[in-house]
């Protein structure tokens, strides 16, 4: 089947200094996403993404972050001046469709990128 | 708001063993997406189902089934006969129609033991 993939598995960085989370989404899929975990909690929604634009974003995702789809392949998620607060694992997400009755809006989601900030 | 409560925090079964995962949800919305989601110790995201507030037919996928009750805001997961692999958290997420955020219960911790 095929797979949504994520690197790095783990980033450690400095507090301040700006990281970028790559993700390779399934080939054929429109809609992409960028979830978050921090340690023992819950899964929290960041961003969605499509046609080259936000689609949705919550209160999270404040000027600090952005994301990108920088060619027909990649989509990176950038956060910068990182915060130790920002630890956490980071899915990317992916699905063909959105909604609608018999549209496949099944989410895809990567292994993730365990993000260390020190 | 939008709330999704899980309350069971860790369970533990024995193989074979049937188990039902509860979880409660909070919406305003007349029309409402419900999702269970599987994170196996490697860590991904699993989709299991997802279900339209407009269809209360109970689904039955293998060992796993759900049961939806739109009266009482609750979609539990049942495994029947479960294994040491179906050891993992399992996440409910509730979604609104014209949304793209998914929003994920906190998660309740099975352990299968042999």
């Known amino acids: 089947e095929p797979e949504v993939t994520q690197t790095p598995s783990h980033q450690v960085t400095q507090m301040g200094q700006e990281v970028i989370l790559r993700c390779v989404p399934i080939s054929n899929h429109l809609y992409f996403y960028w979830y978050r975990q921090i340690l023992g909690q819950k899964v929290e929604f960041l961003v969605s993404?499509?046609?080259?634009?936000?689609?949705?974003k919550s209160e999270i995702f404040d000027d600090q972050f952005s994301v990108e789809r920088p060619d027909g392949s990649n989509f990176t998620l950038k956060i910068r001046s990182t915060k130790l607060e920002d630890s956490a694992m980071y899915f990317c997400?992916?699905?063909?469709?959105?909604?609608?009755?018999?549209?496949?809006?099944?989410?895809?989601f990567g292994s993730g990128t365990q993000l260390s900030v020190l | 708001a939008q709330k999704v409560t899980q309350a069971q925090t860790e369970i533990s079964v024995v193989e074979k063993e049937d188990v039902t995962l509860d979880c409660v949800y909070e919406?305003?919305?007349?029309?409402?997406?419900l999702f269970w989601y599987k994170q196996p110790p490697s860590g991904e995201l699993v989709f299991l189902i997802r279900r339209n507030s407009f269809d209360e037919q109970n689904e039955i996928s293998g060992r796993y089934s759900w049961n939806f009750q739109k009266s009482t805001s609750s979609f539990n997961f049942t495994i029947t006969a479960s294994q040491v692999v179906d050891s993992a958290v399992y996440f409910c997420?509730?979604?609104?129609?014209?949304?793209?955020?998914?929003?994920f219960g906190a998660g309740t911790r099975l352990f299968v033991k042999a």
């Open positions: 997400a992916s699905s063909e469709g959105w909604e609608g009755f018999g549209t496949n809006e099944k989410l895809f």
């Open positions: 993404f499509y046609n080259n634009e936000i689609s949705e």
């Open positions: 997420a509730l979604r609104r129609p014209g949304g793209f955020k998914t929003i």
């Open positions: 919406t305003r919305d007349t029309t409402y997406y």
